[in-house]
């Protein structure tokens, strides 16, 4: 099997978020289309995928987080501070442009529901 690459998350032609148009099941070769928005957590860079992932296994523990990765404590808080800044940007940008998409949806349909 061939070694599979990191999902990308932007355009490489003009840096716009890519969306998922297409799913394939690779037992039974089903496919599924549609328009869906990437998870907030894969839209961001591999490090912090990595951060957070070390986050969770270690149940959240600031204290073990410090440990792995050999600095402070305030180090990893602010370095969780700022992961926290960054999904909330994602997911806040997410449901921004669901609202307008949803809002474009009703006026093309004439306004009602």
């Known amino acids: 099997m061939a070694r599979r690459g990191r999902l990308p ?3 490489p032609s003009c840096s716009g978020d890519l969306r998922v148009a297409r799913l394939v099941c690779p037992e039974c070769e ?3 289309q549609g328009d869906y928005l990437l998870p907030a957590l894969s839209r961001l ?3 912090d995928q990595q951060f957070a992932l070390a986050f969770i296994l270690r149940s ?3 204290k073990e987080m410090a440990r ?3 600095v402070s404590y305030p ?3 602010n370095r ?3 992961l926290i800044a960054r999904l909330s940007a994602i997911i806040e940008s997410q449901e921004a442009e669901a609202a307008a998409e949803d809002a474009a949806g009703v006026d093309a349909d004439g306004g009602g529901g």
């Open 9 to 11: 998350t932007s355009c």
């Open 30 to 32: 089903t496919a599924v």
């Open 45 to 47: 860079g591999s490090e």
């Open 60 to 62: 959240g523990s600031l």
């Open 68 to 70: 792995l990765y050999g």
């Open 75 to 77: 180090t990893v808080r």
């Open 80 to 82: 969780l501070d700022d």
